[in-house]
């Protein structure tokens, strides 16, 4: 089992298998965890497309399934796993970030509160806010 | 301090919401029993608000006005670095100091009072321009130290200290100007408090490097 960490949340992938710098993972547990699937033009995620380098198709995609690892890689995005290779992170990239920062919106999160119920900055619209950090430690 | 700006600014639209920044889930749950808060609490134990608004430190807070747009961006919240000149043994602040932390409190908490007043029209509210002037850096090293901060906190919850330790230390090394990273790791003394020897000497370290970074607001020291 391995469970693979996204911007959505903590994945368990039962059919992905892990080897070195490889994440293969089923099409359909890829993309629910991403949103990636393979299309003829290439790997998609929405509306954007990624062709695949010619030759290398084998690296990214075989029959029903696609490797997570080597498509982080190839878009530049931080991939770290677990010396086991059953946790990965697969992260989003400095440069997407800044890209999405450039909106000035406020990225939305859901995080819990003390009782455990989850909350949402966008259950908040329509109010200023301010949003404050602190630490026990 | 935010409960009693809750209070007096709960009629105008305004809200506020604390994040713990603390890994350890049950870390943050007995300060938030004894404040008894009515604002909104979160326990961000993953760095969630690090990955997405470039978080380094706390306080650090960011303005979101009604639309949902940033109008300042992650900055030190009305804390002032005065305890670097504190006596280490008598814990005694000498009196300027405590009268410029002072000050920058008061200059902050002003500036929000001012900002919920007036919203955009407030001097403190940046333009869009100006948001983007102030974003807190952000570069692949930073990324990546975030996304090995994530593993390694992943790992020690299920048990695997050693290795999740590991990757918390190569994120704090990719990272070195994020407290937050850092601090997950460091000992805490018997208040629970990070202030150990290896606190002081990081903090010493820093030369004339600010512990709280400056913030660009009029009135602040």
Sequence with gaps: MVTV??????????????????????????????????????????EICVPLPRGREQEFVRTGRMNLGALWRHLGHPVVHSARGDVWVLAQSARDRSASRQSLMAPDFTLPD??????????HRGKKVLLVTWASW | MWQTLHEELAGLNFMIIAVAMDSREGDPLPWIEAAKPTYVCLIDRDHRLADLYGVVNVPQAIWIDENGRI????????????????????????????RTTAQ?????????????RRGGASEHAFRPEEVRAHLPALNEDIAT?????????????????????????????????????????????????????????????????????????????
């Design chain 2, 71 to 98: 109008v300042r961006p992650a900055e030190t919240a009305g804390a002032y670095e005065g305890f670097r000149r504190m006596n280490r043994a008598t814990r005694e602040m000498p009196e300027d100091v405590a």
């Design chain 2, 104 to 116: 920058a409190r008061t200059t902050y908490l002003d500036a929000i009072r001012d900002w919920v």
């Design chain 1, 114 to 123: 003390a009782a455990g119920r989850q909350h949402s900055l966008s259950d």
């Design chain 2, 145 to 221: 130290a975030q996304a090995m901060f994530r593993l390694g906190q992943f790992l020690i919850r299920r048990g695997e200290r050693e290795e999740g330790d590991r990757w918390l230390g190569e994120a704090s090394q990719r990272h070195p100007d994020s407290w937050c990273i850092w601090r997950q790791r460091a000992g805490v003394n018997d208040q629970g408090l990070a202030a150990l020897p290896d606190f002081w000497q990081r903090v010493d370290a820093l030369g004339d490097k600010r512990y709280y970074a400056h913030v660009d607001m009029k009135g602040m020291p």
């Design chain 1, 5 to 46: 960490l996204t911007e959505s949340g903590e994945w368990p992938a039962a059919a992905a298998e892990a080897s070195g710098d490889a994440l293969w993972m089923s099409a359909r547990e890829a993309e629910a965890a991403t949103g990636w699937v393979a299309k003829p033009e290439g790997l998609c995620k929405g």
